[in-house]
């Protein structure tokens, strides 16, 4: 998954363009147009109509993208002759653990799916089937540029190159999981299409670790904390599909736990100033999109027997944790500051989505935004200065990341 960080546009030229064009997912079934070796899952019990209904999704801000990257630069970092700090041994070890495939047989579906598919209805229904549909988009975004980077680096790094290539195997069977998840409300993401159909935004090779690491392992937490018990109250089992999310995060840990190894191969990216901005500024995208994303959705987290600040706000803590391991610099996060300063952006931003369903004319909704968007980017700013903690160190990074709970 590495698709997670959409939200704000960084003060540079290579960084990427967001409001992109609106996409469409064609709801028409048909096969996830995929090489990898995506578990295929078995039949269920019941065919879907060939006559699905058309779904598009709603493309915002907060939609997860594909990206594209330099190849040649990450070809330069990836090249031992050049880099001196790779630690081939690591990878070796990472390799071994990746060819093990822990999971490849435990992505198998069942009849459970389809059943508990026709139980949920009105909102809840509507809010779990764009769950699965933005899941299934972050899955397949991080296959895509996995799957590239193991191509494109097979000369320079064979050992990295097939890591990639096996993470993109794993991305490609939680895409296909969740497609079939989909394919339970007869829907489907037709991911050939989208793969042709949609812009993918250039970031550097740098952000794309950055990035990619704190959605690898802020992805983790939040598919851990689906599963736990709040205190108090009976084990969540709205939707067999989190049943599987103890292995899953398993998966999305050892990606987290790769990127933190190529993080620390480069270590121009992590020991300057320059870096801890950057770093901070990728912890406040990612916490600030999902603290928006599913503020827009507390059916669907209150359905499951969760509070969603509550639980947003402890997997934002506990990525920040896990993220100031590496990072040089991450944001204050305990600070209860911060929190107020989400909350006043939630409200914000839910006024801006009311002037999008009002049905005032375009130009008078674009002028009722100005002041409203105003009002959010100052409350990032406010948020970005807040005075950081300093973090990490390649030097002290000599650890195992690990699940923090
Ligand atoms: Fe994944
Ligand atoms: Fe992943």
Known sequence: MAAEMTLVKPISNVTPKFGSPRMGSYSKFSTIRMSATATPPPSTSTKPSKKANKNVIKESLLTPRFYTTDFDEMETLFNTEINKNLNQEEFEALLQEFKTDYNQTHFVRNKEFKEAADKLEGPLRQIFVEFLERSCTAEFSGFLLYKELGRRLKKTNPVVAEIFSLMSRDEARHAGFLNKGLSDFNLALDLGFL?????????????????SYLS??????????????????????????????????????????????????????????????????????????????????????????????????????????????????????????????????????????????????????????????????????????????????????????????
């Open 216 to 405: 690898e392992k802020n992805w983790v937490l939040e598919i851990h904390n689906h599963i736990r018990t709040p205190p108090g109250q009976p084990r969540v089992s709205m939707f067999p599909i989190f049943k599987y999310f103890e292995n899953w995060c398993q998966d999305e840990n050892r990606h987290g736990d790769f990127f933190s190894a190529l993080m620390k191969a480069q270590p121009q990216f992590l020991n300057d100033w320059k870096a801890k901005l950057w770093s901070r500024f990728f912890c406040l995208s990612v916490y600030v999109t999902m603290y928006l994303n599913d503020c827009q959705r507390t059916d669907f987290y209150e359905g499951i027997g969760l509070n969603t600040k509550e639980f947003d706000m402890h997997v934002i803590i506990e990525t920040n944790r896990t993220t100031a391991r590496i990072f040089p610099a991450v944001l204050d996060v305990e600070n209860p500051e911060f929190k107020r300063k989400l909350d006043r952006m939630v409200e914000i931003n839910q006024k801006i989505l009311a002037i999008g369903e009002s049905d005032d004319l375009q130009l008078v909704k674009n002028l009722k935004r100005i002041p409203l968007v105003a009002a959010l980017v100052s409350e990032l700013l406010a948020a970005y200065l807040m005075p950081p903690i300093e973090s990490g160190s390649v030097d002290l990074a000599e650890f195992e990341p690990q699940l923090v709970y």
């Open 195 to 211: 793969t042709k159909a949609r812009k993918y935004p250039f970031f550097k090779p740098k952000f794309i670790f950055y990035a």
